[in-house]
């Protein structure tokens, strides 16, 4: 796709275009100096040198705005996870200034609503074009602000771009029902967008899962003010651009940063806010609940939590099928760190072929899952001391560390010790891949979601005691079923308690199908018609046949 030069305002004062000096915004700095790692590297080696970090600004309205706060605790640090040095300061977004952007979607909503299917199937997909002209870009600041492989980090903007191009395509296609009540009156479904959402998305996959609730809210009608994590910013960052560039009118979407007591607690409680799509934390979705019980009709769509387990017949060991089995239960185990909220991180293994999976799978990922190349940094130093925390007690608890041990402690920076940017990763949030065997079943070790490069393996006797091992859960969001036979994929794997199982295989989908878990890993589907679902409203027309 070449890049048309934009007619809005915000893009059309650039550098280039203004007739006299002026202060370069965080936005045009990000998006001239740092099309590539290297360019990103020296851009934030000279703002070091000047110690001077970037500081982000909400995008409200079709622009980008400093909040009306500005005293020293409406900010927030931001660090580089593979330095642990500070790089940017994102704005705690107070009260007022979240009411104001959810006014912006208010007033924005009555024409964005009456847009036609193939006028916002045409914003999509150019959306969709805009973010895969700047792949790489995306990619960079990803992999910078989460931690995550550059590799890793590519293949996320790429699902951004699918979502927007998919429903960009789902609603010139959509169907509804028609039922005939016979001889008396004819009926069918009639949908209209619910309004104004509140989409909050979390820190593991920052781009992808933001951009998996902006794409229907948009398609199906609706506003909204999203809030990415705090810990990272920088990829909804550069999507307010992106919409300014595809000319996305003002206040459809705004964008807003901050924390969760503070700037998603009064966006989520906002009676002028429709509905609320979040992914994230159990507690923060029972506090969700808690704060939105008396707005009975706010819609409510929570991805929650997850102790996924993946099991591991004897027959998947077998030489035919034994690589296929530890690619998926490695790569299920390890990617992104093990922050996905799909990772399989309790595995469960027929006691026949125990010894020869723990073997094999620790010999593959000492190959494969290598620490600063295919494996990067988890996300903050709060998480890697959560980490390290569930490592001191897998130690305490007996366990055997087949790979990987407890890592060395790690302080805050005090105040006159942090910097722009670090050259060193001493100071980084790095923890190896871990894998344990003799893990106590009552150990908190295998009870809690670590949602790190932690794995315990623990074997079964049978399908009884495979199906009951894995349910033994608190949460329900997914699970994996290694197995050569047939009729065990539909026996078991239609009695685990997960809202998505895979068989033989992980982490794929096809963007129609529902999304979400079970128990306390959420309430709602997303996903094609799921999606259709949490962001439109249904009535039932009755049409007489006299």
């Known amino acids: 796709m070449e890049r048309e030069k934009s007619t809005h305002p915000a893009v059309m004062t650039s550098i280039e275009d203004s007739p006299v000096p002026r202060k370069i915004s965080p936005i045009d700095e990000i998006w001239t100096n740092a099309h590539s790692l290297k360019t990103a590297t020296t851009f934030l080696k000279d703002r070091s040198d000047s110690h001077t970090p970037l500081h982000l600004q909400n995008f409200v309205s079709g622009d980008f705005t400093p909040t009306v706060s500005s005293s020293a605790g409406s900010w927030i640090d931001s660090f580089n996870p593979k330095t642990g040095a500070l790089f940017a300061k994102v704005p705690c977004t ?299 007690l897998a130690a305490k608890d007996g366990a055997t560390f087949n790979l990987g041990g407890v890592p060395a402690a790690l302080l805050p920076p005090d105040d006159d010790d942090i910097t722009v940017i670090s050259n060193s990763e001493e100071r980084g949030y790095w923890i190896p891949p871990t894998t344990l065997t003799n893990v106590p079943l009552d150990s908190l070790v295998l009870k809690d979601e670590i949602f790190g490069p932690v794995v315990t393996i623990s074997s079964f006797q049978d399908e009884q005691e495979a199906v009951s091992l894995a349910n033994d859960s608190e949460y329900g969001l997914a699970a994996v079923l290694l197995t050569a036979d047939g009729a065990r994929m539909r026996r078991v794997g239609e009695q685990l308690e997960a809202g998505m199982v895979w068989v033989n295989s992980w982490l794929v989908r096809e963007l129609g199908t529902p999304f979400g878990g079970m128990k306390n890993s959420g309430t709602g589907r997303e996903g094609g018609d799921s999606s259709r679902d949490v962001f439109t409203v249904v009535r039932t027309m009755h049409l007489p046949s006299f």
């Open 94 to 392: 107070q009260p007022d200034d979240v009411e104001a952007a959810v006014q912006a979607a208010k007033a924005a909503f009555p024409a964005w609503a009456k847009t036609s299917r193939v006028e916002r199937s045409q914003y999509l997909q150019r959306i969709s074009d805009l973010i895969k002209l700047d792949r790489e870009k995306f990619a960079v600041w990803e992999s910078i602000d989460q931690g995550k492989t550059l590799e890793r980090a590519r293949i996320e903007v790429d699902r951004a771009v699918a979502n927007f191009s998919y429903f960009a395509t789902y609603i010139l296609h959509e169907q509804t029902a028609a039922r005939m009540i016979d001889g008396v009156a004819l009926t069918y479904e009639h949908r209209s967008p619910a309004g104004v959402f509140a989409l909050i998305s979390p820190w593991n996959m920052p781009l992808y899962l933001l951009t998996w609730k902006l794409a229907p809210c948009l398609a199906f009608g609706c506003t909204a003010v999203a809030k990415p994590s705090e810990i990272t910013s920088m990829s909804a960052f550069l999507l307010g651009r992106v919409f300014q560039e595809a000319g996305l009118p003002r206040g459809v979407i705004n964008i807003i940063f901050g924390d969760g007591p503070t700037t998603g607690a009064a966006l989520v409680a906002s009676p002028l806010v429709n509905g609320v799509s979040f992914t994230g934390g159990t507690e923060t979705g029972i506090a969700i609940r808690q704060a939105t019980a008396a707005q009975i009709g706010k819609h409510l769509s929570l991805e929650l939590g997850g102790k996924n387990p993946t099991l591991v017949f004897s027959d998947s060991m077998l030489p035919e099928h034994r690589d296929r089995t530890i690619r998926i239960a490695a790569s299920a185990a390890f990617e992104n760190q093990g922050e996905i909220c799909l990772c399989g991180s309790r595995i469960y293994v027929e006691k026949t072929m125990y010894d020869d999976f723990v073997r094999h799978f620790t010999d593959y990922v000492a190959k494969t899952y290598v620490l600063g190349q295919t494996v990067g940094a988890v996300a903050s130093l709060q998480h890697y001391n959560k980490i390290r925390g569930y490592l001191q």
